[in-house]
């Protein structure tokens, strides 16, 4: 199976519900696929890694069976909804970022009996240190510490039917992030292996050149040959280039020591994948509020996730469910607007 095929059927490859042999040799050889068919040549090489590979199932597994139950995203909602009021400034941003969404648009083309879709919010949480005016004892208090919450940069790039496949979905996008991970920790030590390669190439042929009278321009008109020191240190230079090579290993060696990082990555997705629930009491201003206080304010759940590899992300997420009739109509192109600027 190549590379594109892993994509045309996602929530076929992982059950939340329940972990098969099917299911666990197919993410084998999907981790493979993705980021070296060449392992396959390893001897015991799925032997190796279905163990790491069954305990990143079973991590995302319990990642997805905890996600909340996804929540109605209307834009008539939002003035009753405290955590849409926070998510958004006006109710006509939500219509805006959902028309913003290629992946929902085409999801509701290609299902035209689709009445309702799910999806997945992600939000930029901000949070600032203000200070701000709170009752206290009864009395009105200026210039009081507070912290201000923010959502921006909405997206909603994943999509699905229903519920469950976008479930399905969203440990499939995890499992291809932590194989994208790997695939990075791999391609350092492949930039390595290559630096050390052209440098070692460089090396010699100008050791070579200063053996014989001198690099360039210093042959050419007969200048003195290189001092000895210099050769020496050029030599010097590639006993360590060889070290480092040797290091490294060749070829099989090479492809032993990317499969040790592909497992080691498998066998610990919490180092690189984070995702948890958290709870704010709001304000109307979006100001957090002590559970103590008796300030009007609501509480906003939602989900964070910490991506703790390269580049690190953090990013606040609901699951939702969009009504057909929440998605705008495709913004047409004004041709005589266009023929302007021609």
Known sequence: ?????WFKNRPGQFDPDRVSDEMVRGAVDKAITLTNPRLKLLPNCHRRLTPAVTTTIEFL??????????????????????????????????????????NLRTLFDKFPELDEACLVLGMALNEKRVLGMALQGGMVQRDVAQTSVSFSDHGTRICGSDEARLRRIVGVEAFEYLLGQALSEIGRERVERQELQG?????????????QQGPGLGSMFGGAPAAASEQARLQAELLENERQLGAIGGSELVLDAELESLTTVLENPQRYLHVETKCLRLSP?????????????????????????????????VLARVARSELPPPKKINFDDAMRYL
């Open 285 to 317: 201003m979006n100001v957090v509020i002590d559970a103590a206080s008796t300030d009007a304010a609501a509480d906003v759940d939602f989900g964070l996730a910490e991506l703790r590899g390269s580049p690190p992300m953090r990013r606040a997420f």
């Open 199 to 211: 440098s070692r190439a460089l090396m010699r042929a100008r050791l070579r050149l200063l053996q």
């Open 61 to 102: 597994r319990t990642l997805v069976q905890a996600l909340p139950a996804a929540r109605p995203l209307a834009s008539a909602m939002w003035s009753s909804d405290p955590a849409l009021k926070a998510f958004f400034v006006a109710s006509s941003d939500i219509p805006s970022v959902l028309g913003r969404s290629d």
């Open 1 to 5: 199976m190549g590379i594109l095929d």
